[in-house]
């Protein structure tokens, strides 16, 4: 392990894998935003089937009972329209989501996953339980946002452009005002999905200065350098 001077004493720049804008792996991760889409469905069929009430497995607020709805809460669904208006922005986001990998789609789906359920669980109104893919949707939405201007992308920034006028009325979602629907999961989801890009822009600046290595200036003269 060595320590290594800049170059030129200019801050590592983004490697071209940070700015792009597809996943690079697009079948693959069509078939992940697909499956995960379907996944939705078969949950609403087999809470239609079977006298399970699936949705009653929720985020219930501030309730230790309904601590674990954070694992559940983004695949149930109240209802059949309440799928369906989640099946477009679930595939369109998570598939561009996935610009840096899988993997690191996982991680970044994890981490809103978390934020949004936690969230929901300490602010939503009690006695009330909180379900659907939306909060997962917004992070994703958020996520791809604002990594442009974490990683000073023009291309990245444009694609939040042509999100922002075809979806751009969703965020409003993170307001109060609509009753029966969680601003809540809403707000906290995007939190989440700023945290992960902010997480995963940080990530990248470690790696293009390089693996094993620290950046520092080259030692003053007649010192020894790094070994």
Do not use: C
């Given at each position: 392990m060595s320590t290594q001077p800049l170059p030129s004493g200019r801050p590592p720049q983004r490697t071209g894998a940070a700015k792009r804008i597809l996943p690079?792996?697009?079948?693959?991760?069509?078939?992940?935003?697909?499956?995960?889409?379907?996944?939705?469905?078969?949950?609403?069929?087999?809470?239609?089937?079977?006298?399970?009430?699936?949705?009653?497995?929720?985020?219930?607020?501030?309730?230790?009972?309904?601590?674990?709805?954070?694992?559940?809460?983004?695949?149930?669904?109240?209802?059949?329209?309440?799928?369906?208006?989640?099946?477009?922005?679930?595939?369109?986001?998570?598939?561009?989501?996935?610009?840096?990998?899988?993997?690191?789609?996982i991680a970044v789906t994890v981490t809103i996953w978390l934020v949004g359920g936690v969230g929901v669980w300490l602010t939503a109104p009690p006695d009330t339980v909180t379900v659907g893919a939306s909060g997962l949707a917004f992070g994703w939405l958020a996520f791809l946002l604002v990594r442009g201007l974490f990683n000073r992308s023009v291309s990245q920034l444009l694609v939040a452009v042509v999100l922002l006028f075809v979806w751009g009325g969703m965020l409003w979602g993170v307001l109060p005002g609509n009753p029966g629907v969680s601003w809540q999961g809403h707000l906290f989801g995007a939190l989440g999905g700023v945290l992960a890009a902010w997480v995963v822009a940080r990530a990248d600046r470690r790696r293009a200065g390089g693996p094993g290595t620290s950046t520092r200036l080259p030692p003053p003269p007649g010192q020894p350098g790094p070994t």
């Amino acid at each position: 392990m060595s320590t290594q001077p800049l170059p030129s004493g200019r801050p590592p720049q983004r490697t071209g894998a940070a700015k792009r804008i597809l996943p690079p792996k697009p079948v693959a991760a069509g078939i992940v935003a697909l499956s995960f889409t379907v996944l939705l469905y078969l949950v609403e069929l087999v809470d239609a089937l079977l006298p399970a009430e699936l949705d009653h497995g929720g985020i219930v607020a501030r309730s230790l009972a309904g601590l674990d709805g954070i694992a559940w809460a983004p695949v149930l669904h109240g209802s059949w329209s309440h799928v369906f208006a989640n099946t477009v922005p679930v595939l369109v986001f998570a598939f561009l989501a996935m610009a840096g990998g899988i993997g690191q789609w996982i991680a970044v789906t994890v981490t809103i996953w978390l934020v949004g359920g936690v969230g929901v669980w300490l602010t939503a109104p009690p006695d009330t339980v909180t379900v659907g893919a939306s909060g997962l949707a917004f992070g994703w939405l958020a996520f791809l946002l604002v990594r442009g201007l974490f990683n000073r992308s023009v291309s990245q920034l444009l694609v939040a452009v042509v999100l922002l006028f075809v979806w751009g009325g969703m965020l409003w979602g993170v307001l109060p005002g609509n009753p029966g629907v969680s601003w809540q999961g809403h707000l906290f989801g995007a939190l989440g999905g700023v945290l992960a890009a902010w997480v995963v822009a940080r990530a990248d600046r470690r790696r293009a200065g390089g693996p094993g290595t620290s950046t520092r200036l080259p030692p003053p003269p007649g010192q020894p350098g790094p070994t």
